[in-house]
């Protein structure tokens, strides 16, 4: 009766909020449907207990696309000469924040490529500013790979959260993906912006080239250990431009699935429903969500440079307005039967 052990196995899991590497696999290896609709239940009960319907926004700022990173399966990549480069001047940065603050946002991510041209003095400058401007905001940045003294002074200037996605914790598979980059370096980032004391976010992708369970079991027992405040999931998706322009997509379902575990794994995490899951499918945020999601990132950045942030193929909403954003994604929450929560959104542990 594989069925029945696999539904003792969630529900283990349930109860516990962990499971060995056999069991994880097991469940990965063996869940047919009913069980799957079994595990999104318990996974958005879970959800409910700790955030109850609430779905958090944060506005996203992707504020550059030069990258001195050459990761096989982004857009962005140094080596893509077909990538039209642009970066936003820290006034149409103050900019984006001002429309997002009038359409009701209190986190800013600031994301983008590795790019030199944003020294840490930069960083600080626009973090600072942001930071006395906005009283009531939340700042997170997505910059990549630093070292800890960098991180700290991001951290003093005031910025609140960190996004580093781990991409993958199987060493093989990351070395594969990320050429002249370090394992080690990426994990150890992780490592110090906890210990500086940023809310952290980890994450991996979901159905890259030769992409195992047992990667994903890894990965889950990673980000068990890491006990990171937000865990970002998303398909991997082909760009036209890249070395795996060829390879097929990683699935809605598969992505749902690990969403689930997440939340099992970490009742309390921030667990965005990601725009490349709605960028698949056009449901995809919203089936996100029932799986125990409860962050979206609707996009801030002006609409002629969102096209170019183009990290994967066919990425949603490039064409609108921030103000139609907000609506859109609004729509699509309430419909799912959760609220929008416009406040800062902090992990439970970390409320002001
Ligand atoms: N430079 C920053 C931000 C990277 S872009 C950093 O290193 O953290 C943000 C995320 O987009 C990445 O972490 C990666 O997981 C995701 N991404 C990049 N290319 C992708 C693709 N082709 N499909 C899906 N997700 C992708």
Redesign the pocket.
């Known amino acids: 009766m594989k069925k029945e052990i696999i539904k003792q196995l969630i529900d283990e899991l349930y109860i516990n909020h962990t499971l060995s590497r056999e069991k994880l696999l097991n469940v990965l290896e063996n869940l047919d449907e009913e069980n799957k609709q079994y595990l999104h239940t318990k996974a958005n009960s879970v959800r409910l207990q700790h955030y109850d319907d609430r779905v958090y926004m944060r506005g996203l700022i992707e504020f550059t696309n030069y ?1 001195k ?1 050459d ?1 096989i ?4 990549r140094l080596s893509n000469k077909e990538a039209d480069r642009y970066r936003l001047s820290k006034e149409e940065i103050m900019h984006c924040c001002e429309v997002g603050y009038q359409l009701g946002y209190r986190t800013y991510v600031l ?4 790019d030199p041209y944003y020294t840490d003095d930069r960083v600080v400058d626009i973090v600072r500013s942001i930071k006395e401007k906005f009283k009531d905001v939340a700042v997170t940045l ?4 630093k070292s800890y003294a960098s991180y700290k002074k991001y951290y003093d200037a005031g910025a609140d959260r960190y ?3 781990h ?1 993958t914790n199987s060493r093989a598979l990351y070395e594969r993906l990320h050429p002249n980059m370090s394992y080690d370096n990426r994990i150890q980032c992780l490592r110090d912006l906890k210990d500086i004391g940023f809310q952290v976010g980890a ?3 979901v159905g890259l080239p030769n992409q195992t369970n047992a990667d994903y079991v890894k990965d889950l027992l990673f980000l068990k250990e890491l006990q990171p405040h937000m865990v ?1 999931i ?6 036209s431009d ?1 070395p ?1 322009a060829n390879e097929n997509s990683g699935t809605v379902d598969k992505t749902c699935v690990l969403l689930s575990l997440v939340r099992l794994l970490l009742p309390e995490v921030l667990l965005p429903a990601t725009t ?1 899951l709605g960028s698949l499918n056009s449901k995809g945020r919203e089936l996100g969500l029932k799986s125990g999601a409860n962050v979206v990132m609707p996009n801030l950045s002006p609409t002629n440079v969102r096209e170019k942030y183009a ?2 193929d066919g990425k949603i909403c490039t064409g609108d307005e921030a103000a139609h954003c907000r609506k859109c994604i609004e729509n699509r929450i309430e419909k799912s039967g959760y609220h929008v929560d416009m406040s800062r959104g902090d992990h439970v542990t970390r409320g002001m």
């Open positions: 990258c990173c990761c399966y982004c857009g962005i994301q983008g490529g590795e997505s910059i990549g790979e996004l580093l996605r991409e994450g991996f992708m970002g998303g398909p991997f998706i082909p760009q890249t795996l490349a990290l994967y």
